[in-house]
C-alpha cells in the first residue's frame, strides 16, 4: 500500500482537471488509474472540455465526468461574463469534493484552476505551477519535473507527489460495446465484414501546422500494396474534404467522415489493421488498444514528450531547424512534413507485413513506390 501524504487517505471525492482536447485527456488514463489503484473506493470526477467529454468516458477509473469551457483555456472567444465563471465555482461547491488535482502540459499554469476550486471550497489542491502563485495550490511537487517529459509521465509524477502509485503506466480506453457494435454496422454497409482487415486513415487535425497534406497518395499505394481497404474518419466540417479525398485515392474507400462518435472512432481505430495520422487524438487511441500505426508528426512539438509508448509505431518527420516550433500555423510550408508518399506507404507496408497482411505480388507485377 502507498504511503500517501498527511491529508490525501481520507479524500473520499476527488476532482481531476484537465481541460483541453482529447489526446490530452486519454493520456490522464494512468494517473487516475493511479488514484483509483491507491483508493479503489474513491469516487474521481472528470472536468473536461466540453469537446473532450466523450474521451473522457473511455477512461475506465473515471466515475463521473464534468464538461466546462473554461475561461483560462479560451483563446479569445468567450465573452465577458463573471457569473459564468461564479456558475463553475458554485457548481463545484455543490459537489463537495475533498481534493482536486490539475493536470496541465509544460506550458499551462495551474493557478487560475486551482484558485477556482479554492473558492469552491476544495481544501487539497494538487499542481505543477510554473511560477509562485501563492497558496492556490495546497500541493506541488518537489522539483519541477523536466521539460523533455512525456505527457503521461507528467500528470503520473504529479499525483506519485503525494503518494498515488499504479503498476500500468500505459494508455488504456474501454471501447463502449455499442461503439463496436455501430461501427460493425458502418463498416457492413460499406461492404468491410465483421473482422475482416482494413486500414484506417485519419487524415486531419485542428491544427494546420500538424497536418501533412499527401495522405490521398499514400493511401492509394498502401491499397495497391495490400490490397486492403481504406477507411476515412473525421468530424463533420471534413465532408467536403473527404469527398475530394475519396476521388483522388481512386478506389478502395469506404467514407465514414461525420458518421461517428468518439466511441466509434475508439472502436474503429481498435479494429484497423493499421492507422495512418498525424499527431492527433486518433494517435492516442491507436497506442492505447496497441494498433500498429503510422504518424506524420510534425515539428510542432517533441516526440519524447507526446509519442506513443506501448503500440507499434513509426513517427515521420523531416528535421528541421525551426523544431519545436509549437505554432498552430505554419510559415515555413510544411517542411517538416515535407515527406514523399513512398517513404510514407514503404513505412506502413512494413508494420503490415510484421502482421502478416501483405498482398503477394501478381505474375509480372513489379513492386512501385
Not at 48 to 74: C, F, I, K, N, Y
Not at 268 to 296: F, I, K, Y
Not at 331 to 351: K, N
Amino acid at each position: 500500500m502507498s504511503e500517501l501524504v498527511e491529508g490525501w487517505r481520507a479524500v473520499h471525492r476527488v476532482l481531476a482537471m484537465r481541460l483541453d482536447n482529447i489526446g490530452d485527456v486519454v493520456m490522464t488514463g494512468p494517473a487516475l488509474r493511479a488514484i483509483k489503484e491507491t483508493l479503489p473506493d474513491v469516487q474521481l470526477a472528470l472536468l473536461v472540455s466540453h469537446g473532450a467529454r466523450e474521451a473522457a468516458t473511455l477512461l475506465p477509473s473515471v466515475d463521473q465526468v464534468l464538461a466546462w469551457r473554461a475561461l483560462w483555456q479560451d483563446m479569445g472567444d468567450l465573452p465577458f461574463d463573471p457569473s459564468r465563471e461564479f456558475a463553475l465555482i458554485q457548481t463545484l461547491q455543490a459537489l463537495r469534493f475533498d481534493a482536486a488535482i490539475i493536470f496541465t502540459s509544460f506550458s499551462q499554469s495551474p493557478d487560475a484552476a486551482a484558485y477556482a476550486c479554492y473558492l469552491a471550497g476544495i481544501p487539497l489542491r494538487l499542481g505543477e505551477p510554473k511560477a509562485f502563485g501563492g497558496a492556490v495550490l495546497s500541493h506541488v511537487p518537489e522539483a519541477v519535473t523536466e521539460f523533455a517529459a512525456h505527457q503521461v509521465e507528467r500528470n503520473l509524477r504529479l499525483v506519485e507527489s503525494v503518494g498515488f502509485r499504479t503498476s500500468d503506466r500505459s494508455l488504456r480506453v474501454r471501447v463502449p460495446h455499442e461503439a463496436r457494435l455501430h461501427v460493425q454496422a458502418l463498416l457492413a454497409k460499406g461492404g468491410i465484414p465483421p473482422g475482416a482487415p482494413y486500414v484506417l486513415l485519419c487524415p486531419w487535425t485542428s491544427c494546420p501546422a500538424r497536418t501533412y497534406t499527401r495522405f490521398a497518395e499514400v493511401a492509394r499505394l498502401v491499397h495497391r500494396r495490400s490490397g486492403l481497404p481504406l477507411v476515412v474518419t473525421g468530424a463533420q466540417r471534413h465532408s467536403e474534404m473527404a469527398d475530394s479525398l475519396a476521388v483522388e485515392i481512386g478506389g478502395g474507400v469506404v467514407n465514414l467522415v461525420g458518421q461517428t462518435s468518439v466511441g466509434d472512432l475508439a472502436a474503429l481505430v481498435e479494429g484497423a489493421r493499421l492507422v495512418l495520422t498525424n499527431n492527433s487524438a486518433p494517435m492516442h487511441l491507436a497506442d492505447a488498444t496497441r494498433t500498429p500505426q503510422v504518424v506524420l508528426f510534425a515539428g510542432t512539438e517533441l516526440e519524447e514528450q507526446w509519442a506513443p509508448r506501448s503500440g507499434p509505431a513509426r513517427l515521420l518527420r523531416r528535421p528541421t531547424d525551426c523544431h519545436p516550433c509549437f505554432r498552430l500555423t505554419c510559415t515555413r510550408g510544411l517542411a517538416c512534413l515535407d515527406l514523399p508518399p513512398a517513404e510514407v506507404a514503404a513505412a506502413a507496408m512494413e508494420l503490415l507485413e510484421a502482421e502478416g497482411l501483405r498482398r503477394p505480388l501478381e505474375p509480372g507485377e513489379v513492386q512501385e513506390w
